[in-house]
C-alpha cells in the first residue's frame, strides 16, 4: 500500500528552522509529483512547494520562496522541506501529497494528489 509519512514538525522560536520530511514506502517516489500543503483550522490547505518528477523545476509559494527549500532523495524515497527563517504565520498542520499529473496543470490544485500524510505540526512561538 502506496502510504506518505511526515515527520519533523515541533515547536521553534520566531526566525528558527525545522527541517520536515515525508517518508514514501509502497512504491517508488520517482513516479511521483510530491507538495507539501499546509491547512489552518477551518480553512483549505494551501500549496507550499512542489517538486516535480524528471528532475523539473520545483516551486514554492509565494508566503514561502526565498525560506523555504524541497528537495527531494528517489534513492531513499524521502521529500525535505527545509524551512528557515520561520514566522508566526507559518504555524498550522504541514502534509506532504503524491500525484501523477501533466505539467500544464497548476499544482497548487490539492484535487490532483491522490495520497496524502498525516499531518505533522509547526508552531512557531516565542
Known amino acids: 500500500q502506496f502510504q506518505l509519512v511526515e515527520s519533523g514538525g515541533g515547536l521553534v522560536q520566531p526566525g528558527g528552522s525545522l527541517r520536515l520530511s515525508c517518508s514514501v514506502s509502497?512504491?517508488?517516489?520517482?513516479?511521483?509529483?510530491i507538495a507539501w500543503f499546509r491547512q489552518a483550522p477551518g480553512k483549505e490547505r494551501v500549496g507550499v512547494s512542489y517538486?516535480?518528477?524528471?528532475?523539473?523545476?520545483?516551486d514554492y509559494a509565494d508566503s514561502v520562496r526565498g525560506r523555504f527549500t524541497i528537495s527531494r532523495d528517489n534513492a531513499n524515497n524521502t521529500v525535505v522541506l527545509q524551512m528557515n527563517s520561520l514566522k508566526t504565520a507559518d504555524t498550522t498542520v504541514y502534509y506532504c501529497?503524491?500525484?501523477?499529473?501533466?505539467?500544464?496543470?497548476?499544482?497548487?490544485?490539492?484535487?490532483?494528489?491522490?495520497?496524502w500524510g498525516q499531518g505533522t505540526q509547526v508552531t512557531v512561538s516565542s
Open positions: 509502497g512504491d517508488t517516489l520517482d513516479y511521483y509529483d
Open positions: 517538486t516535480p518528477t524528471n528532475g523539473r523545476r520545483a
Open positions: 501529497a503524491a500525484g501523477t499529473f501533466p505539467s500544464g496543470q497548476s499544482w497548487t490544485q490539492s484535487p490532483l494528489y491522490s495520497v
